[in-house]
């Protein structure tokens, strides 16, 4: 990997690795640089320009310039059959204190879920993360 960064064309896999790797490297999840993985996933979506790695770029844009700014972006996608993307709306939408629209994407997340749990959670409007994170933003 580091022999692909040093040709300043890393591929894909690369990229992928290297955000995986600022995730790992940080102690606790608030200190995690979300400006680094923001500045991968641009890369990442200029080798691979792919509506999932947009929506993964958005989630890392929220972290750094908050849910406004995210949601805009993630609004562009056209992902309406992929849970996760209803999933991050919900977030997005519960973090702007839009909480009748992030009801209804998590609804329309749960309804698309493939397990049982996915489903809970999501039924329960993401309460477990909710709770998790109210005194992280």
Not at 75 to 103: C, I, K
Not at 106 to 116: E, G, K, M, Q, S
Request: glycine share 6%; net charge negative; with cysteine.
């Amino acid at each position: 990997m580091r022999w692909c960064l040093r040709r300043n064309r890393p591929g894909a896999y690369q990229l992928q690795a290297a955000i995986n790797a600022v995730h790992a490297d940080a102690p606790t999840a608030q200190q995690t640089d979300w400006s680094q993985i923001v500045a991968l996933y641009d890369q990442l979506l200029a080798v691979s320009p792919t509506p999932v790695v947009a929506l993964n770029r958005a989630i890392a844009i929220g972290e750094v310039h908050g849910p406004g700014p995210a949601l805009a972006l993630v609004d562009e996608l056209n992902l309406d059959s992929y849970y996760p993307f209803h999933a991050t709306r919900a977030d997005l939408l519960r973090r702007l204190g839009r909480d009748g629209d992030a009801a209804i994407a998590y609804a329309r997340a749960a309804a698309l879920a493939p397990t049982d749990a996915e489903r809970d959670f999501l039924k329960l409007g993401g309460r477990a993360r909710a709770n998790a994170s109210d005194g992280d933003e």
